[in-house]
């Protein structure tokens, strides 16, 4: 419960850009409720604007125009379902996202439904698909007018967010690995997919990819054919084609203007899973090399390749002195970053006799890292907070519009930096979870 | 398979001027160089000896001393263990398991040879992809190891090195040649793995900025503990307070 809203100050941030001061403050009812009835979510979210907007004496009798701006927003975030209806006891509306009950942090995001057993000897009839063709949504999800009888509630729409939030950091991924264009190209097929993770995503050929994202984009075909092969020998496109390319006897392809033809008939998708590990594993990599440097990211991203290695296997491939790397391993075993395993030459299992292979187990090592994450999230969230504490009475001065002395303003200075700095963080933090929890 | 078979003239030289320099050592002695022969460019230590040969110590330091003076084999440091001696035929280059690459002296590390491989495998590759022999080639011609001639194999570690920092990546280039042969000129095709500036190099995580991350206390830090994020002072000085 604690990680759901610890997510909303993202949910907040990201609203805010799009939908500016109205949408914000939606959201903050929203998140702060849990669950509203609209209209109940809408004069909140208004009382509060006129609180911010205007003085008491100030506060205009016609509040039609504010009311109208509000709700209007209200709902546009439902047409654009950030927000829905929430589920009842009656109702359950969100059934077709499949949210998997028991996973481990670092396992690939499942996709799969279960499989219907089949009774041995019965007749077999074709075999069910065990992913969903096309994502099925609640038509009333999303619906403003009150069809049923009762009271509308309407929450955040999590998976959603989710879903924007992963689409951002792949886009960002691409953007550093290629360029912007590559980017765009990539949002767009990304914004093609659907929410839940039990349908099948839609696989595009490169004409099929020019259609949907070339006039927007100004991307002639030609440029979409190459940004998709460099793409595609990056990792960050895939495919399931098996058509075998021809290779002669080096290996080599044979006929080149043929394998390109081939590869326009080729269905593209994005890795979405490949690529959501690598940015763990640089995440991962990046703080492994702030607390123990350079030679000690060297060796974890060796490990992680090579999976099992000797001591001098590992000091010969990452060219660093014996010792150095005896000193690293055990600190980072320390840690839990590596673990080891024994195996002994004979059945005595002597220590003297042993064979100590050295591995990195990243599931283990994601989980390590969220336990991190959280910690320091709760430290910055406290130190926040008692920063919050120290200049309440400033901040009351401020606001009765009373007249501060200069060592007040020097400390509601460095407080507003200091908040910000604390803010900001935080929000990087849970962004990092979010990303090491796959998005769920 | 035949009990006999004839042996060729260069075999029978050979083993004609090994007997002639044999001559005169004892027959432990022969069977000591029988073992260090077999040990090829590996080598082997006195432990190993001892155990393989089951002669006290005395007799095979004897017959070691007497081999070296008469210039049969030698001894050479090894990377393995600090002031061990290997020994090994004298007309044989110790294996890299024992001498290490061209950044071990003398069975030492040397941290600056590494550097100055490094920086420049990593400049060579930023100005245009390359190969592990191309980039040998261009280290040997500048001369950058004094007395030292790079392979192929060596700056292949650095290089990968490099791909694990994040600096470099590689992949497999398909490349064809036109080869004229005897009038005719034919098309033949093959791979070869080159290496490239990685575009967009290594992510910070964010999570290094926050001072949690590298503090030696984290796992006790909480609120109204001793350790807490209220009275810390590497926060404070994040803050800047």
């Keep these: 419960m604690f990680h759901y809203r610890a997510c909303y100050a993202d949910f907040i941030v990201y609203v805010k850009q799009k939908y500016g001061l109205e949408g914000e403050l939606i ?15 809408i004069s909140s979210a208004l009382k509060t604007l006129l609180s911010q907007k205007y003085t008491l004496e100030e506060i205009p009798a016609d509040l039609s125009p504010d009311e109208a701006k509000i709700t209007k927003c209200f709902e546009l975030l439902a047409k654009h379902k950030l927000i829905r209806r929430a589920d009842t006891y009656e109702k359950q509306y969100a059934s077709h996202i499949h949210v998997p009950r028991k996973r481990k942090i670092g396992m690939q995001p499942v996709q799969y439904l279960e499989i219907p057993k089949r009774r041995k000897g019965a007749v077999q009839g074709p075999k069910k698909e065990c992913m969903m063709p096309f994502e099925k949504e609640d038509p009333l999800m999303f ?4 069809k049923d009888e009762g009271e509308v509630i309407w929450q955040v729409y999590h998976q959603h967010f989710m879903f924007l939030l992963r689409n951002r950091d792949i886009v960002r991924y691409t953007e550093q690995r290629l360029d912007a264009k590559a980017a765009g190209l990539v949002e767009e097929i990304l914004n093609s997919y659907p929410i839940s ?11 099929q990819m020019h259609a949907l994202a070339g006039l927007k984009l100004k991307l002639s075909f030609s440029e979409i054919r190459e940004m998709v092969n460099q793409m595609y020998s990056l990792g960050i496109l895939v495919t399931d084609n098996l058509n075998p390319i021809e290779r002669d006897s080096s290996g080599a392809v044979a006929n080149l203007e043929a394998d390109m033809k081939m590869r326009d008939t080729w269905t593209y998708k994005v890795d979405i899973e490949a690529i959501l590990r690598e940015l763990q594993i640089q995440h991962a990599q990046s703080i492994i090399r702030s607390k123990y440097g350079l030679p000690g990211s060297r060796i974890f991203r060796l490990l992680l390749i090579k999976k099992r290695l000797e001591e001098k296997q590992v000091a010969e491939m990452a060219i660093l002195p014996k010792k150095e790397v005896r000193i690293l391993l055990g600190k980072m075993m320390t840690e839990g970053y590596i673990s080891v395993q024994d195996v002994p030459k004979d059945a005595n299992r002597r220590p003297n006799r042993m064979i100590h292979l050295w591995t990195v187990d990243f599931t283990e090592v994601s989980k390590l890292l969220v336990e991190r994450f959280y910690q320091a999230w ?7 907070s008692h920063e919050d504490a120290q200049i309440k009475p400033t901040l009351a001065k401020v606001k009765q519009a009373l007249a501060l002395s200069e060592d007040e303003k020097k400390n509601l200075e460095i407080w507003t930096k200091a908040n910000k700095r604390l803010r900001l963080s935080m929000l990087k933090v849970m962004s990092l979870i979010q990303l090491f929890r796959d998005y769920d | 398979a035949p009990l006999y078979s004839w042996v060729s003239e260069a075999e029978r030289l050979k083993s004609r001027q090994k007997s002639v320099r044999l001559k005169g050592l004892s027959q432990e002695s022969k069977h000591i160089y029988q073992e260090i022969e077999a040990a090829a460019e590996k080598g082997i230590g006195m ?3 001892k155990f393989k040969t089951n002669y006290p110590g005395p007799l095979i330091r004897k017959a070691l001393d007497t081999m070296a003076g008469k210039a049969l084999i030698k001894w050479v440091h090894t990377i393995q263990a600090k002031n061990v001696k290997i020994w090994m035929l004298k007309d044989i280059e110790p294996s890299r398991e024992v001498k290490g690459g061209p950044w071990y002296e003398d069975g030492e590390y040397e941290h600056n040879i590494v550097t ?12 245009k992809e390359q190969t592990a022999q191309s980039v040998t080639d261009a280290i040997n011609r500048a001369g950058l190891l004094v007395g030292k001639t790079l392979h192929a194999v060596d700056v292949e570690y650095v290089l990968s090195a490099l791909e694990l920092d994040g600096k470099l990546e590689g992949y497999h280039k398909a490349v064809s040649a036109i080869v004229k042969k005897e009038g005719q000129s034919t098309m033949t095709r093959g791979k070869e793995y080159v290496y490239r500036k990685k575009k967009g190099g290594t992510i910070d995580s964010p999570f290094t900025s926050v001072p949690c991350c590298v503090c030696p206390v984290a796992d006790k830090c909480a609120e109204g503990q ?3 994020p209220t009275d810390c002072a590497y926060f404070g000085s994040w803050l800047d307070f």
């Design chain 1, 27 to 41: 959201f903050e009812t929203l998140c702060k409720h849990g669950k509203l009835p609209g209209e109940v979510a």
């Design chain 1, 143 to 146: 619906c403003l007018e009150e």
């Design chain 1, 197 to 207: 993770g039990n349908v099948l995503r839609p696989r595009y050929t490169v004409k």
């Design chain 1, 378 to 384: 709760v430290n910055l969230r406290d130190r926040s």
């Design chain 2, 47 to 49: 432990r190993d000896l």
């Design chain 2, 116 to 127: 100055t491989l490094y920086k420049a495998c990593e400049g060579l590759v930023a100005k």
């Design chain 2, 226 to 228: 001793e350790i807490n």
